[in-house]
């Protein structure tokens, strides 16, 4: 109807057209036929796996008292040709940590260039969540009156885009109603991840409103929301697309997204909880943001999630999830040190309810390390497979785990912390 946002697939970029007509059906390859077609990129992927930092070489991280002293250890390192070209009086946790991203980020968009057929839009794929980030970013900044020009910088690597620069450089006013309509028609359209913004409002906004409800929708929901919502559209689209493929692609990413959408509801229910989500006529708009698939639907995210009021009764609708609930009693018998932050997830609230978060952010803490954990076991074994794409999504997200791991080191030293308080990195390989 002409009141939503149209999909006219002769507006799509050329690069969209292409990647969609690279979404074919079937396994993909097998050990008989896979190096056929990529097996120079895999091997190029195995190669990566002695760049990895090794527990070794954590441990003389968490040593150095400067950041001369980090420049010099990582000397021995993958890293060291990243950090040639910084100065003596550049040498900052910033600067170090953004070259050792940038080093990251040029390989794998190295390896997404030497990718061909259905494995190009696999790492496309991949890097829809980052895009999807910086475009509500930039939106929403301009919206509240940034200045345009330092929004690029700050986004995630993997989330730029050409379209981005046109955002920035859009002469519609954005504070006016015809504003973000405008710039939906003539550039976010463009972009690989524009059908999940006009589902998202087609569905909001309802085919009886005009698009340019678009503009009060951004100013009455939390920007939060409508990021988790289109993230979510992405994860969906993401897990049916690597289903289709078949094969061992398959069986290693179902298992992979499903952890990513059963830690998300659990992301999304605990941060809920001192929100206006968790009150009983908005749980409903809390629940549409659990994916459709994962070890918790639809039982738990259906049926048991909606019902948690309290951060103590998380535990209990864990139970029929053995690895789950496992973790939450071992966070419990073992909390963080470091989990104070959380009991201000949002406004600092005084009496009861403030005491509860002060015991349970802690443990909360404590889960999602367990959590991460985890994940990281999941994708070292699926990096260390063959004949299949899981590797490449596996690679990307233990270097992000490598990237945590450095930026928190680094802030430490920066601080002044002690050895103890450097310890809370996980091992990647």
């Not at 292409?18 to 990129?41: T, W």
């Not at 969540?129 to 910088?153: C, D, H, M, V, W």
């Not at 009886?208 to 993230?231: C, F, G, P, S």
Request: aromatic residues 12%; proline residues 3%.
């Amino acid at each position: 109807m002409a009141s939503t946002i149209s999909l006219d697939a002769e507006n799509r970029r050329e690069i969209c057209d292409q990647s969609l007509m690279m979404m074919r059906l079937g396994p993909v390859g097998g050990l008989a036929s896979f190096n056929m077609e990529y097996g120079f990129i895999e091997a190029i992927l195995r190669g990566t796996r002695a760049g990895f930092l090794t527990e070794f070489e954590y441990g003389q991280l968490c040593l150095c008292e400067s950041f001369d002293d980090v420049k010099l250890c990582l000397g021995d390192t993958d890293y060291k040709s990243a950090l040639t070209g910084i100065q003596q009086g550049q040498l900052t946790a910033e600067n170090i940590f953004a070259m050792c991203r940038e080093k990251n980020i040029k390989e794998f968009e190295w390896m997404h260039r030497q990718a061909v057929g259905p494995l190009t839009t696999f790492m496309e794929f991949i890097t829809h969540e980052y895009l999807i980030e910086s475009i509500q970013f930039i939106i929403t900044s301009i919206i509240r009156g940034s200045k345009p020009e330092i929004l690029l910088a700050k986004c995630h690597p993997l989330g730029k885009s050409p379209q981005l620069k046109q955002i920035l450089t859009f002469e519609n006013d954005l504070g006016d109603d015809d504003g973000l309509l405008s710039l939906y028609k003539t550039v976010l359209v463009d972009t690989p991840v524009a059908k999940y913004f006009a589902l998202y409002f087609n569905s909001e906004l309802g085919p009886d409103q005009e698009a340019r409800e678009i503009k009060r929708h951004y100013d009455e929901q939390e920007v939060e929301i409508i990021t988790n919502m289109l993230i979510k559209l992405w994860l969906e689209d993401f897990y049916a697309y690597t289903q289709n493929l078949g094969g061992q692609t398959a069986a290693i990413m179902k298992e992979l997204l499903e952890f990513e959408a059963d830690r998300r509801a659990i992301n999304i229910t605990i941060n809920s909880l001192r929100t206006s989500l968790n009150d009983d006529i908005n749980r409903h708009s809390r629940q549409d943001l659990y994916c459709s698939f994962g070890k918790l639907y639809p039982n738990g995210t259906l049926k048991d999630f909606p019902k948690i009021k309290l951060i103590t009764e998380l535990g209990d609708q864990l139970k029929p999830y053995k690895v789950y609930h496992e973790m939450w009693k071992n966070a419990e018998s073992d909390p963080s040190r470091y989990g104070g932050g959380l009991s201000e997830i949002k406004e600092q609230k005084k009496g009861h309810d403030g005491e509860q978060w002060a015991k349970w952010s802690p443990i909360i803490e404590s889960f999602m390390d367990m959590m991460k954990r985890y994940q990281v076991d999941l994708c070292r074994k699926a990096f260390e497979g063959q004949s299949h794409f899981a590797g490449f999504y596996a690679y990307i997200k233990l270097k992000f785990q490598e990237e945590d791991n450095l930026r928190w080191i680094l802030a430490m030293i920066g601080m002044g912390a002690g050895a103890k308080d450097r310890q809370r990195w996980i091992k990647t390989f």
